[in-house]
């Protein structure tokens, strides 16, 4: 049984940081990419970050310059390193993971096999 459990989210004000951790478990983690998307209020859930099954990561806009994705196959787990966060980063950090990558190559994230429960986020100002 695949799951992704995600721990680290907390509520934190403008110019903080947060570390969040998701531990995988019921698949090889070595073979896929895995990642995190978030959804904030009265938003759809978009895509935050991403390191392939070999090392190389991909960001959104809105993440780049100041989180960092890491994985380590070893312990089953991913994390997202957030920096300088500030209140349009509030929302529910999901950990997921894709057979397929990151991104193709038009640079469209490719839609998660699996999802965890999700994290909560939040940033006052």
């Known amino acids: 049984q695949v799951q992704l459990v995600e721990s680290g989210g907390g509520s934190v004000q403008a110019g903080g940081s947060l570390r969040l951790s998701c531990v995988t478990s019921?698949?090889?983690?070595?073979?896929?990419?895995i990642g995190w998307f978030r959804q904030g209020p009265g938003r759809g859930r978009e895509a935050v970050s991403c390191v392939t099954n070999d090392g190389k990561t991909y960001y959104s806009n809105a993440a780049k310059g100041r989180f960092s994705v890491s994985r380590d196959n070893v312990k089953s787990a991913i994390y997202l390193e957030m920096n300088m966060l500030a209140p349009e980063d509030t929302g529910v950090y999901y950990c997921?993971?894709?057979?397929?990558?990151?991104?193709?190559?038009?640079?469209?994230?490719?839609?998660?096999?699996?999802w965890g429960q999700g994290t909560q986020v939040t940033v006052s100002s």
């Open positions: 997921t993971k894709s057979f397929l990558g990151c991104m193709d190559a038009g640079a469209h994230w490719y839609e998660p096999d699996d």
């Open positions: 019921g698949f090889k983690l070595e073979y896929y990419a």
